[in-house]
């Protein structure tokens, strides 16, 4: 080969080589994102781009773990599951108060008032020591001599234990002076001193029952004598600013003080007993009218406002609106239920009780997770009214009523709610839409994702459906959930929850661009799920 040949063929592979090299430097790097404790609940106040990436746009009947994994939740079963029944007979029935109450003795029971054909009746199950509340047998009715003839859904009956009896007060469209049951007998009038005033509101408070909620003196709080719940004196009252055009809505005894809640304000009442009593303003433009949805939750006070607000509430001069991340859902609320509205402490959690536009009785529920500080909403549990109890093993349980009349327990070990139409449970987890702009303001693709989640005992499948650029539905992966990895080191999360079972990982390629990507985790079956978390591949294609 001639010389000016040979200074040819070593051009062209240097050329070709320069190439080459070009294209190589030419090329990104595949990016690896990570999402694990996903708590931050949900947020639809702000643009679903916008939100943070631990966030939820969307979310229903999840709840977060303490280790920050999303779990669906359990369902719940019907009291009693055999023969399934509702807490009292009748042609229209409606749970209207629930409460457990506990005697002095340990005794124990479930307390159910009913809206029983337009009347007033009450039923109990009985709490038995090592084996909790008979999930078989039909509710005891307890015998009456002066409950109202004429009550409806919307006379919601409030309850205090004072001096071992159970307390109970209730609207009624002619006025009703309280009650009071002690497990024997028939429910009787509080007493049968002429002073005392009709309520619908009722707070035991450094032993006085206090009373409100008075048709004819709104805004008038009475109170018992010291010691003695039976015993009232008509000049013992006071009056907080009459005629402001709002009536008192709730009493609650916290902070060594008793807080009463009117529409639009809350007062402190201190001292101990007439002489000392002294009363103060603490909130102004802020009040509830559900006394049903104030309830104390490590430490602070919650409660719903007029307009379906959630507050939380520490006894001084300022509040904390903590509904605002979740402003589109408070909004899609039916406003004119606000005095309806139920609150529940349970598992040092706050949960509520509200209802969609249109509907009339509580269909939607509100958890707010206090660890966290994080939303998230249950669909398909509808409380009329809860409380909480103890199952055989004495830890709390969730005891709840409906519209229909069944009383129910949460939660319970299956993936269907109730045993009446026993519905599977819906649940779902959608991430925000996530950009990537940190890696290039150019077209993006989608390349992987690697989910990790918990085996379930009997099996389950778990769908991803993998979205791009606002699609409805995208790329929709399958997740099994069958018992096949290893087992998880439950030091770093909740080894209560998730002791003996084990990882899954599941790796698939989604291929999608390329702009914007989201993932809905989710499944409609009477299985579980528990998602630890999931990691995305984004493949940039030029540089910024």
Request: charged share 20%; glycine share 8%; hydrophobic share 35%.
């Amino acid at each position: 080969m001639d010389l000016k040949r040979r200074i040819l063929v070593v051009l062209s592979v240097c050329l070709v080589s320069l190439l080459i090299t070009a294209n190589v430097f030419c090329q990104l790097p595949w990016h690896k994102a990570s999402y694990f404790k996903n708590f931050g609940g949900l947020n639809d106040n702000i643009s679903s781009i916008e939100i943070a990436d631990n966030e939820a746009s969307d979310i229903q009947n999840i709840i977060f773990d303490t280790g920050g994994a999303l779990t669906k939740r359990k369902g719940y079963r019907t009291i009693p599951i055999q023969p399934v029944s509702k807490s009292s007979t009748g042609t229209n029935v409606s749970v209207t108060g629930l409460s457990w109450y506990t005697k002095k003795n340990n005794d124990r029971y479930l307390v159910a008032l009913q809206n029983k054909d337009s009347s007033l009746w009450a039923t109990y199950k009985q709490f038995a020591t090592g084996s909790g509340i008979a999930l078989t047998g039909s509710w005891v009715n307890i015998e009456f001599t002066s409950f109202p003839t004429s009550h409806n859904d919307s006379y919601l009956v409030d309850f205090a234990t004072a001096e071992d009896w159970l307390v109970m007060t209730t609207p009624s469209s002619t006025g009703s002076t309280p009650y009071r049951w002690n497990a024997t007998g028939t429910v009787i009038a509080l007493t049968g001193d002429t002073d005392v005033p009709e309520a619908t509101i009722c707070e035991y408070h450094k032993n006085h029952l206090f009373l409100a909620g008075n048709t004819d003196n709104p805004s008038r709080v009475y109170f018992s004598g010291l010691d003695d719940i039976t015993d009232f004196t008509a000049t013992d009252y006071f009056d907080i600013e009459t005629n402001d055009g709002s009536e008192i809505r709730g009493l609650f005894s916290a902070y060594n003080a008793l807080y009463i809640f009117k529409d639009n304000s809350i007062w402190r009442l201190g001292g101990y007993e007439r002489d000392t009593f002294t009363l103060e303003k603490m909130v102004d433009g802020v009040g509830t009218k559900s006394q049903q949805s104030i309830k104390s939750v490590r430490g602070s006070i919650y409660f719903t406002t007029k307009d379906n607000d959630i507050v939380r509430y520490t006894g001084g001069y300022s509040i904390e609106y903590i509904s605002t991340k979740i402003s589109n859902t408070i909004d899609s609320f039916n406003y004119s239920r606000a005095p309806y509205s139920t609150g529940l402490s349970f598992e040092n959690n706050y949960y509520v009780a509200m209802s969609t536009a249109g509907s009339g009785t509580n269909d939607r529920v509100l958890l707010f997770d206090t660890s966290f500080d994080a939303w998230s909403k249950f669909k398909g549990m509808d409380p009329s009214a809860w409380c909480v109890g103890e199952d055989s093993t004495d830890k709390p349980l969730m005891l709840f009523g409906d519209a229909d009349g069944y009383v129910h327990y949460y939660p319970a070990d299956v993936y269907y709610d109730g045993d009446v139409a026993t519905p599977s449970i819906n649940a779902y987890y959608q991430t925000k839409w996530f950009r990537y702009s940190d890696l290039s303001l150019g077209d993006k693709y989608w390349r992987t994702l690697k989910t990790y989640a918990l085996t379930e005992d009997e099996g389950g499948t778990l769908y991803a459906d993998c979205k791009s650029d606002y699609e409805a539905t995208g790329t929709v992966l399958t997740i099994d959930l069958q018992s096949q990895g290893s087992l998880w080191d439950v030091m770093v999360w909740d080894v209560d929850l998730w002791g003996g079972q084990t990882l899954t990982i599941d790796r698939q390629e989604i291929e999608k661009g390329t702009d914007m990507f989201q993932i809905k985790y989710y499944n409609t079956a009477t299985e579980g799920f528990t998602i630890l978390g999931f990691t995305t591949t984004i493949e940039p294609t030029e540089r910024d």
